[in-house]
Structures are given as C-alpha cells and as structure tokens.
C-alpha cells in the first residue's frame, strides 16, 4: 500500500528527513513513533501529497502522491494534526459536508455513532470539547470509506475511555482490511494496536518491528522482584536461585532469561523456608522502556 525508499525533506537548513525508508503492507495497522519533531508530521505528509519532497521514491496505493489525482484522493482518508472544522456546522453537517466529496461515502448516522458522537450530532462543531472535536476528526476520516488512513495523533485530548473506544473504532478498521498507518505518542497505543512499528528521530527511522520484538525487547530478560527486609534471608534465596541478582533497600530484583524456572525455584524455596515474597512481581521491558532506550528521551518531550 505503501512504499517509500530514500525518502529527504529539509525546510531551509533543517533536514526534517534524511532518507527514510518504509514499507506498509494492505490491512496493516503501522505506527510511527518518535519525539517531538522527529519528522513524522512532515513524512505523512509527503505520502497524503500535501508536502512536496526534495528526494527519494514514494509509492502510494501504486501512485506517486505527488501527482495524485480526484480518483486516489478517494481512496485517502486523513486526520490531520491540526484540523480546524467549520465552527458553525453541526457534526452532522460537518459529516454530510465531506460525504459530499466521495463516490461511496459511510452513512453519516452510521459514523456519528461509531465515533461516540450520538448525542452531539446536532451540536455546532465549535462548541464541542477538545476531545469530542478530535472525534470529529476522526469521523471525517472514515467518512468516505477509504482504504488507506492516515491518522496523525488520532487520540490527543481523549479521556482514558475515549481513547478506548477509539482504539476500538480502529480495531474496526482493521477487521474491515482497511490499512492504516498512524503516529502517536502513547506507547500502550501502539502496543495494543500496531501490527508493526517505526521508531523515526532526527529523521532517520533508528528501528522497526513489531511491538513485541522492537529493539531486542523479544530477547530482553524478565525481572522478577520482590521485598525481602531480611538481610539473612536475602543472602540466602541469592544462594539458592540462579539468575543475576540486584536489588536495594530491602526489594531484590532477579534478571531471568527462563522465567519459569527462576519462578519456580524462588517461590518453592519461600515456600520451603516460610518467606513471604511481599509485593512479588513479574515484568518484562515495555515498549516504553525501548522506546526510552532508542531514544533517549521522554514520550511527548
Ligand atoms: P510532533 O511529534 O511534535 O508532531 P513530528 O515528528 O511530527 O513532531 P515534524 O512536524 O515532521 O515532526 O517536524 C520535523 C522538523 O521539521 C521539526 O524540527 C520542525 O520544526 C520542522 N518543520 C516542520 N514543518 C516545518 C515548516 N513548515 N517549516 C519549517 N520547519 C518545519
């Protein structure tokens, strides 16, 4: 659905990209993550054809976006990161309006509740939340049915259980065999949505893969913790469980690359020795954590 190779943009002296590639297959959901000003904005924007490149191949639904025409824009659905909707439109209006400009468009009721609008159809648009205007945004998206989206920040400004639905709506999506690729800066976004993940700073993309194996997260050891004030006891359970051990003020922390068996051992040596393993957890690197790692930096920083 969409290739790009060698993909560079600078704005004056500021290379914004620097030579990306990237290959998004049909029915896949792909993210793109990365700080702020990492080139993301400015990448979608080359694929949408709303940015002309200095250099590289860019190969959208078989055509280059830059000469793209009426019939491949109809094939293009959008969410832009700013997008400003007529104020004095009602949602439903607003939804009507944009039906307008396709062949095949979704049924403008059908859409409004989809996105959890229902009870706003018939609300200006400027008086809309935040939140609820992003929705909007995302209606005028899915609004003509298109099979590739591209959704910039989808979710900024939803409530935790907006932000649920909407990984719903593009669940939906999915399951429908639309592709999408969509940047975001929340790390549990990605995970539950991406089939497959860009990691792009200083425009250049440092890393890519699924969210489960991105950057060596698939091989990276389990960390077993647990508090142990004992220091009798601590020395002890070192003693008789194999692993690398860390740990201060009294919480011990076990690197395992066999899970099973470290849990296993531990727990049948408490077990056997009456210990109680307070606070006992299991945990393996987050996609944050990678993330963080790849990139130095917060998320959203
Ligand atoms: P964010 O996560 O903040 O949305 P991003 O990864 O989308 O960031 P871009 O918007 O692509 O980043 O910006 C990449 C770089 O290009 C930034 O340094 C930005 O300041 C610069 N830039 C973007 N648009 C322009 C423009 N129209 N003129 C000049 N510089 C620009």
């Known amino acids: 659905m969409i290739s790009v190779r060698g993909l560079s943009k600078s704005y004056g002296d500021l290379e914004a990209l620097r030579g990306i590639d990237l290959e998004v297959r049909r029915g896949e959901i792909f993210a793109f993550l990365g700080p702020n000003g990492a080139g993301k904005t400015t990448a979608i924007s080359v694929m949408e054809g709303y940015l002309d490149r200095d250099g590289g191949d860019v190969e959208v639904l078989g055509e280059d976006p830059a000469n793209a025409d009426r019939d491949w824009r109809g094939r293009v659905g959008f969410v832009l990161q700013e997008c400003r909707m007529e104020a004095l439109l009602t949602v439903r209006e607003t939804l009507a309006m944009y039906a307008g400009y396709y062949r095949a468009p979704r ?18 648009a400027g008086r809309l ?3 609820q205007q992003r929705r909007l945004d995302v209606a005028v998206a899915l609004i003509g049915d298109a099979e590739l989206l591209f959704l910039d920040e989808p979710t900024t400004g939803f409530d935790p259980s907006a932000r649920r639905a909407a990984w719903q709506v593009i669940e939906g999506l999915r399951e429908l065999g639309k592709t999408v690729l969509l940047t ?3 790390m549990d976004e990605a995970q539950e949505l991406a089939d497959r993940v860009a990691v792009i700073a200083g425009g250049t993309i440092i ?8 950057g060596g997260r698939g091989d990276a050891a389990t960390v077993i913790s647990f508090d142990l004030a004992d220091v009798g006891a601590a020395e002890r359970v070192r003693g008789a469980v194999a692993g690398e051990w860390a740990g201060a ?3 011990l922390e076990l690197r ?3 899970p099973t068996r470290s849990l296993n051992e531990l727990t049948g040596w408490a077990l056997a020795h009456d210990v109680d393993l307070a ?9 944050e954590d990678v993330y963080l790692e790849l990139t130095g930096t917060e998320p959203g920083s």
């Open 249 to 251: 003020n009294g919480r």
């Open 279 to 287: 606070r006992l957890e299991v945990s393996r690197p987050s996609l």
């Open 129 to 131: 939340s935040g939140g």
């Open 207 to 214: 890393a890519d893969g699924t969210p489960d194996d991105l």
């Open 184 to 186: 975001t800066h929340y």
């Open 107 to 124: 049924s403008v009721d059908e859409t409004i509740e989809l996105v959890g609008l229902g009870d706003k159809a018939d609300e200006r």
């Open 256 to 258: 395992t690359g066999d």
